[in-house]
């Protein structure tokens, strides 16, 4: 099978070289000349565990190849993948079609021979009848069927998650089309990955009502861990309690700072607009959205009053500023917020990031960016860690407490107990986790 993927990105680039990987010829086209650049000489412009060895693996086998010219692999693809991006359009939140479009636009251009056009990137309702149309009203003689295949993988894991997917929602209702993505799949669901064949637009819901419902879980977490905290309960048990009812499921049931990334909060957002352009209130998905903006900036007052509700002057070590672990990716990332609110409450931030720091000096810049945790705790008054990556699981406490002014950790990730911390002499805060003089008795 000959297959373009049109967007070169975290999706893009992920699918296309797991699909290489399947023994399918790809051709991953980018409009970003660097990017294309970086990969011919074999250099991924992304973080993602697995994903250099598979594009070289693949590259070296001839299945996979880069460019930024889109219209030689469009016309020799029996399969077009649409996987740019759909950010939030400035000013209402809705998604900004525009890249999906352009794309389909050059698409059209391009297409010889029947063709089945597959949208990827993750697009509200009734995207597919656009890009069908478009596509249509550019080449009327052109033979295309337009498919919503919504892609779940999580960046970090992304590469496991396209490869043992827990299912593949394909949205078409022509029968060629659904022939041929079963056959892009087969391997997979060889592996037991089912397909699930809907409609377009019930393809197109099915991902945002994903995104939306994995992003309440979150929120409703954090609200309990506040709760938890003022009422004397642990959260982490409660999550467990929780998780172990087989109709909840323990998987983002854990308490943090704030969902972020490049997904949950724009695609919360969208589907909220898509609502209500439909007159349907979605007034879970509303107090979901407020809930987490409101608790970025909380995260900050808990920092200010560990302190004694003032940051002026104080030096705050800030460890992991991505979205979450194994991925650069900075993208609404709750570290964001939370920096800005220390700093606008006075205090200097400190910080190290195993994979983000480059990303983060863009939207971050007055920050001193350390080359490790232990530095980054230097002469410091307190600590907080806002990502949870591998290596601060099991950080050196006494080396921490040398180094640090003040033994003080703010865990915003639950990743230490009291009980690990207080041996080493250090002031302990999680979050839904309170400290007996902290229980308000009504
Ligand atoms: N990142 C994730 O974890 C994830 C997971 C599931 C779904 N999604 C969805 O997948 C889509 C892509 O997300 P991403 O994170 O990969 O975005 P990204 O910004 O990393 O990548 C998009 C790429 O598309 C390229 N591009 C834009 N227009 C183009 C055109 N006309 N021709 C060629 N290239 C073009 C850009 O240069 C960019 O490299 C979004 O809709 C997103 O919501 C993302």
Known sequence: MHIAMIGSGYVGLVSGACLADFGHHVVCVDKDADKIRGLNNGKSPIFEPGLDDLIARNTRERRLTFTSELATPVAEADA??????TPSRRGDGHADLSYVYAAAREIAAAIAGYTVVITKSTVPVGTGDEVARIIH???PDAEVAVVSNPEFLREGAAIHDFKLPDRIVVGSEDEHARKLMGEIYRPLYLNRSPILYTSRRTAELIKYAA??????????INEIADLAEQVGADVQDIARGLGLDNRIGSKFLHPGPGFGGSCFPKDARALLKTAQDYGVPLRIVEA????????KRAMARKVSSVFGGSLRGKVIAVLGLTFKPNTDDMREAPSISLITALQDMGAK???FDPAGMEQAKLVLPDVTYCDGPYSCADGADGLVIVTEWEQFRALDLEQMKQRIACPILIDLRNIYSDDDIDRHGFFYVGLGRATPDKIVRL
């Open 80 to 85: 077009v993948f649409i996987a740019v991006g």
């Open 137 to 139: 009203e550019a080449r």
């Open 349 to 351: 931030v400190r910080a």
């Open 288 to 295: 979901v959205i407020t809930a987490n903006d409101i608790r």
């Open 211 to 220: 995104n939306g419902f994995l992003a309440t879980k979150i929120a409703f």
